[in-house]
Each structure stands twice: as C-alpha cells, then as structure tokens.
C-alpha cells in the first residue's frame, strides 16, 4: 500500500481494517524519481511546512494568509535552499522500508531551516518578510521531512524530475554528508474505539475520532487514543447539520485585565452597558479546531469570541456529521495574542504593546456547533454566522 503524506487514518486494502498512523516525530516522505532517472539516486532531505501565518503590522493591521515553504536540511550551498511549488505539485508518499538510493541525514533543524528561509525571502525582498511586524505567528503548521531525489549522471548532480543540471559533483560539498538508512518511525494502530470496540468514524488527517455507539470521542496521538471531553451545542432542527469544532480557551493573560467578559466588553469597547453579571461571568476565548484561511480563522475567533455562548452543552453527538479536527489546541492558543490585537478596539496602541502581553491556557474543552446546510452555506442561526463550503474544503488542504 503506498500511502501519501497527509494520510493520517487509512482502511488497510488487505484485511479492511481502519487504522491510524502515530509518529513522535515529523513524518518523512518522499517524491518517487522517474524511472529513466536511473539507479544513483541521491536523496535530499528538506523541511516542509504548511500552515497558517499572521503578522502584526505597524499602523495597526494585521497581515495573515496560507503558508507552504521548504528549505534544505543539510549543510549544502551549492544545492537549492528551497523546493518552490514542487512539494506541491509533485505526490509525496510516505517513507518505507526497501526504497532504493542514498539517504542524506539531516543536519539543520526545523528552527535552523525556518531562519534561513525567512533570511533568505528578505534579501529577496518578497513582503511582508521584509516588514518589521510587533508579533508573528505561525499557526497550525505541519512539519515533513521531504526527500527530493537527484542522480549523479557525466558528472554532474541532477534534478531528476527537471532532467536538468543543478551543480557539477566536484563543487558538491557530498562528501561530507553523512549518510543514514531511511527509517520509518510511525506506528500502526485500530481506529477502534477502546471502550466498546466499535469502528471510530473520522476522515483521513481528523485529530478527533467519534464512536457513534458508545457517544464517546478519541484522541488520535503518537502511541494511540485518548479520551477526548467535548460538549455540543444542541440544536433540535431536521435540517442537515455539520458540527464544526471549536476550541473553548480559558486563558491567563499577562499585561491586560481580561479574565471577565466586562474585562473583554472594555477591551473591545463593545457598545453594551457593563453588568454585574458581566463582572462575574468568566470569558473564553472561541478559536476553530480546524484549519481554514487566515482570514477567515480569525474572523471565526472574533465571531465566537464575541457571542460568547452561554447556553446549556449536550454531550451526545446524534446524527451530527462531524467536520474533522485538524488543529490541537496548543496550536490555537498559539493564535490568541493575534487574536487579541484583531479584537482591540485601539490597535495602534495595542499592537505596539503586544511584546509585553503573556498569555498561557488554563483549560480547553472541544466544542462542536451545529451549522445547518443551506446550499452552498452553512448556518448557525443563533449566532448568527454564515460559512461558505468550499472555505472549509480549502481548509483541508493547508
């Protein structure tokens, strides 16, 4: 079976039996050759990273859009610092035992590999790498290891895939690479639910599997599930549903007041009388637990932040068709100093300031709120928010 590198939950073609990839590490994968690419195959280690960006920008806005960029593993100059489009052009498998040709090992780490690319896009020139922002964050990012195949061939080193020369072998620093044995460092694990062993349902890169018999939810991680705690928002309409899934942050912010919903009405200056009750009811931040565009993420974060649902939580999912998680919630607390600078009321001051604000979650609870399909809209009513399908179908692909 060969697998591609977003495949996270698989149906085995043999037994037909659904299983879940677990890693401790990020995935390695890589791009076949072609097969006049010949035999002297050198495979090249570069990182890979996809996810979401925003920046915070001097005169109060904030820039934020998709991100899919690479950048050579090893201590190469006379190679290509980055892959370009090909990671996205090309179907990358993940990495197996028995494929053929010399594996180089990495020795630059993701850290190392994200400060030489941003180093290398500002002497390019490329925005907003060469603005100063007050705070950049990265947010749902997915990090690969991609192997890019060349060949040794009249004695030069070869882009196989192009069939064009990239560097004479005598001014390739390969000699003091080190090479390793590609390993394969996933496991395989039942999508079966271990409480009552019934199938999980969950498509093929969600975080969360639900159990339609036993109304639990499970955790996909690197040795297997864990119980997952979620709520519902109930709605008793007929209608088609799709739950979308939110994160409920409690979050203890450094350098503001803002651990009432009346400290966040000030903050946002919110045009609401401020009441008791409002000084006693706590405020949670609501960011989506799974992918979208960046500037439809935080439109989502400032929508359900600013609704702040109060009402009751089921805890049983029924006939709720479940948008799959694709985002954990450490990684959506990474999002809310972003978030806090989209919602202040006075950016200019803010945003300057944001160096000096701290912010660590306390607690996240998985929520999933019932959106009903109308055409090619999903609504929630009650909110109200409306959201176009194909956003979240070009969600899945960040």
Known sequence: MSLEEADRIFTCAWCRVKLCIGSRGPLACFIPPPAAAGDDILFVP????????????????????????????????????????????????????GIGGTFFAPSVTIEEGLAGYETNMRQLGVPPWTAPAHHRAWIGEQVSLVYYPLSRRDGQVVDTLRGSPVTPVERWEYTTLAVKQPEVPVRYY????????????????????????????????????????????MDDSKEPQVGLPFWRIRAAVDGIPLDTFADYAR???????????MEEAPFFFWVP?????????????RRMTLFQWQ??????LGSLKCHPVTLPADEGAE?????????????????????QIGIAMKEAILVYVPFRARGGEFIQPQIPLAIQRKALQYGLNI
């Open 311 to 316: 009402g009751e939580f089921g805890r049983q």
């Open 335 to 355: 999002s809310l100093k972003t978030a806090l600078a989209d919602l202040a009321a006075d950016k200019k001051n803010v945003l300057p300031k944001l160096g």
């Open 190 to 233: 039942a999508a079966a639910c271990p409480d009552c062993g019934w199938d999980l349902e969950g498509d093929r890169d969600t975080l969360v599997l639900s159990c339609r018999n036993c109304e639990r939810a499970w955790m996909r991680g690197q040795e297997g599930l864990q119980d997952m705690d979620f709520r519902v928002i």
């Open 46 to 97: 570069y990182w890979r990273l996809k996810g979401m960006a925003f920046a915070c920008m001097p005169g109060g806005t904030i820039a934020a859009g998709a991100i899919d960029l690479s950048h050579i593993a090893i201590a190469a100059p006379s190679l290509p610092w980055s892959l370009g489009i090909q990671p996205q052009l090309a179907r990358l498998r993940l990495l197996s035992p």
């Open 267 to 277: 903050f946002c200056n919110l045009p609401r009388a401020v009441t008791p009750a």
């Open 289 to 301: 637990a799974f992918k979208a565009s960046a500037e439809l993420y935080l439109r989502l974060i």
